[in-house]
């Protein structure tokens, strides 16, 4: 499917594209297509060749991977906006190290990375402000790995709600979880019964209030002071 006007915008914001020039962005575009997906269908396999990155329009996408027992881990949610699968551009063995399954209706944006490679090729400037962007994306990811390696259970789901909190914003605010509880407790390595116990003790504490998938906080200074706990 050819890709919508619509989504243009969306690809042109993503830091992959953003240091391309617009004969480059262009010409990347001249590869790329969408694909729809329903809930639970496979976009690709941990294993399979890898000829392609993708940007998620659209719903969500869940990365896993199965262990030898056949329990699967999530290795990553995401979110509209949000690439995944770039790394096998720069990889020697170029298949796919984990799997990519839609958890809700969802569409993405296939970008051919042969394509986007050669771009790189014909631009030293480009490669430098996109070596930039993801060393800065790197760092990022590092604090997260420490937070989640270091920090309790409650910290990290504290510092989870805070990240999807409006900046500057420090009244009352709704955060609409887009994963289910078991997709959040993978993500921030705990069980599914750890997740459910602190959002029972934070919703007697009346930091929050859950119903469903919302989560209200009515106070976010009170809520980040917990941080503060040993």
Known sequence: MTIKAAHIATLRRHHLLASLSEQQF????????????RPGVFLFQRGEPADSFFVLLSGQVNLTVT??????????????????????????????PVSARAASQSEVARIR?????????GSTETCFQLLASLS???HEKMREIE?????????????AMESRLPSGQPEPDTIELVESRQ???SRLSMTPETLSRILRNLSDAGVIIVNGRSLQIPDRIRL???????
């Open 224 to 230: 980040l002071s917990l941080l503060d706990d040993e």
């Open 147 to 159: 937070y989640l390696a270091l920090e309790s259970a409650t910290h990290r789901l504290i510092h």
């Open 113 to 121: 990375c042969d394509t986007f490679v050669a771009l790189l090729r």
């Open 67 to 96: 262990s030898k027992a056949g329990a699967e881990k999530i290795a990553g949610i995401v979110r509209p906006g949000e690439s995944f699968a770039e790394a096998v551009m720069f990889l020697d063995a170029s298949v796919y």
């Open 26 to 37: 262009q010409a990347a575009l001249e590869g790329c297509r969408t694909e729809q997906l």
């Open 183 to 185: 997709e959040l407790a």
């Open 136 to 138: 800065r994306r790197l």
